[in-house]
């Protein structure tokens, strides 16, 4: 991703404030505000970028205009931006063969609170543009919600592998003419924002729980909350600290009994693999067998109910744009 105003905001080269850039065109200077969160407001608009900003002054007088480099023609208190950008990539690129061996920052840390700000109002903007698109589509026939989304698995390797019980296990996904998948998964938005954001808060693993409902005569698992939870770090300090992740058991009655208040109940888990695939490892594997064994204990009270994995992917290099690849998985019978 490109540098924004949030960056050099947090790299203090700018500051956020009212009429702080200007744009000259057709000799008419303007005035625009910055944003905590690097985004610049004028004309009653907010906009993302430099670039974003400086093209609608244009097209104000040009309206079909196409494109813009901002950071060629917008000054921040006299300043052409673009020298201010040069100044930022040099900087961090000091800093970045200075930091070595800091592997373990978070994400906010490194992020600074203007970018960090920026992105969260990015994936807002998304998740709310993806439930308005979501309620004024025509609902689709129930039978066919969340359908492809579980994940099933066959056969696990052994566990001596290179990477011993942190080696990750390919899931295979459900096909109604191969195996049908035995449940129906639904999550809402508000969830998948929960967990999405969990995850880009961290560079290493975060983990929560899901909270939702479970219709035994639709067979419809649908989760509602996604419940951020404490974890253990396991291993010495830095020894695999990215990848072994598990749950601080002393978090688990608060987030039951936050459930229990809403009628809800626990339908599943889900954390992080910040970078790296979204397969679960093979502790992935087994921690999930021990939940859903868990839950089936509980079916011998007469109120067993499936429980969903999920893994969630907020930096891999592989991601489309900000938000997470979000893998859902159960171990099959
Ligand atoms: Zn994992």
Not at 41 to 48: L, T, V
Not at 81 to 101: F, I, P
Not at 309 to 328: C, E, F, Q
């Amino acid at each position: 991703r490109g540098v924004t105003l949030a960056h050099l905001i947090d790299a203090r080269l700018i500051a956020p404030g009212h009429g702080a850039v200007s744009t000259t065109y057709n000799d008419v200077v303007h005035h625009a505000d910055v944003l905590p969160d690097g985004y610049v407001a004028w004309d009653g608009r907010e906009f993302a970028s430099v670039s974003a900003f400086s093209l609608a002054v244009k097209r104000k007088t040009n309206p079909g205009r196409k494109a813009d480099d901002g950071w060629k023609c917008v000054s921040y208190m006299g300043t052409p931006l673009d020298r201010l950008k040069r100044r930022y990539e040099e900087e961090s690129k000091a800093g970045s063969s200075r930091g070595d061996g800091q592997e373990n920052l978070s994400a906010t840390e490194t992020m600074g609170p203007a970018v960090a700000a920026a992105a969260a109002r990015e994936i807002a903007a998304k998740t709310a543009a993806a439930k308005l698109r979501e309620e004024s589509r025509p609902k689709p026939p129930p039978r066919r919600r969340g359908v492809n989304r579980a994940l099933m698995m066959t056969a696990l390797p052994g566990a001596d592998g290179v990477n011993g019980d942190l080696q990750m296990v390919e899931c295979e996904v459900y096909d109604d003419d191969e195996r049908a998948q035995p449940w129906r998964l639904s999550a809402t938005p508000e969830a998948s924002f929960l967990m999405d954001f969990h995850s880009h808060l961290c560079r290493h693993e975060i983990i929560g729980f899901l909270g939702g409902t479970w219709d035994p005569r639709t067979k419809c698992l649908t989760v509602k909350r996604a419940l951020p939870a404490r974890r253990l770090v396991l291993g010495a300090p830095g020894e695999n600290a990215n990848v072994e992740v598990e749950l601080d058991p002393e978090s688990v009655p608060d987030i039951v009994e936050a459930l229990d208040r809403d009628g809800l109940r626990v339908v599943g888990w889900y954390h992080s693999h910040p970078v790296f695939s979204t397969h679960p490892s093979l502790r992935d594997i087994e921690n999930q067998s021990n939940y859903q064994r868990l839950f089936r204990d509980d079916e011998a009270k007469g109120g067993g109910t499936p429980f969903v994995g999920a893994i969630v992917g907020p930096y891999a290099t592989t991601n489309k744009d900000l938000s997470s690849d979000v893998r859902w998985f159960h171990v099959a019978p």
